[in-house]
């Protein structure tokens, strides 16, 4: 089996057709067919199963289909890190991400990297939680991950910077004055819970901390994207714990947790970052600073 056989089949499940997929890899229908016939021929049955409308994968193709995803992107990565090396000033830098990290230190560092490489072009991939973005990159999905610290990840982790955690309130709250609060004084307070809160050894750490001062927190609402969350705080929702960089804009008011609390931000990868992998992580490394020791809080009342 070839390189270019998995890189075939991996087209037809990411376009779920194969003419898609040929159109996509600039090759003709028959050839491709071809090319996907031969591997199952080697693999020893089929991989895929062609529908009406669509393909999908068998059971073999499912146990399959990772490692040869695998494959390909690890080539892909492999040449993208030769041609850094070689002083390549062109080509594609992949960077993974969950969705609050995207739209906080990320738009600064891309912006400087456009004017400073423009024809290095930035290839983002967004997760919702912090699970998705771990296996994505697992499968091999970018050149570098931005995101809170990994647990039990293989490769290179390199923190960049920190970012500090807050509480998120109407500005009418009476919460709101306070210059920080203890999480005692919300025990009886109802909280709006997101997907990608922080974790801490594998638990939620508003549900380490909460125990430790004596209670369980009461969900009022949960939702999956940061941004939504903190519409339902600033709404009298419920009380929210986010990172103080997304709320940069939004109308509410945010209050540091006594004592504080802040999570490393980091960048990892699964071979060590060179080239404009490296060049970028410095880049984030040198904003995530600048947040840092601007105390970007977001907005009081």
Known sequence: MSLRQMEYLVAVVEEASFTRAAEALHVTQSALSHQIKALEREVGGPLLERMNRGVRLTAMGR?????????VRSARQARRAALAAAGAESGELHIASVHGQAIGVLPEVCARWAREHPRVRLILHEYATTEELYD???????DIALGPRPKNWQGPVSVVGQEQMVLVVPHDDPLAARESVRLTDLAERPWVRCGLEPMVDGRRWLDVECERAGFAPRTAVRTQHSSTAVRMASAGVGVLLTAAHELTG??????????PWRRDITVFSRVEPSGAAAEFTELLRARAGQVESGRQVGNRA
């Open 136 to 142: 994505q990159m697992e499968r091999g999905v970018a």
């Open 250 to 259: 939004l109308n509410c008011a945010s209050v540091p947790t006594d004592p």
């Open 63 to 71: 146990a399959y289909f990772p490692h040869a995803e695998l494959a």
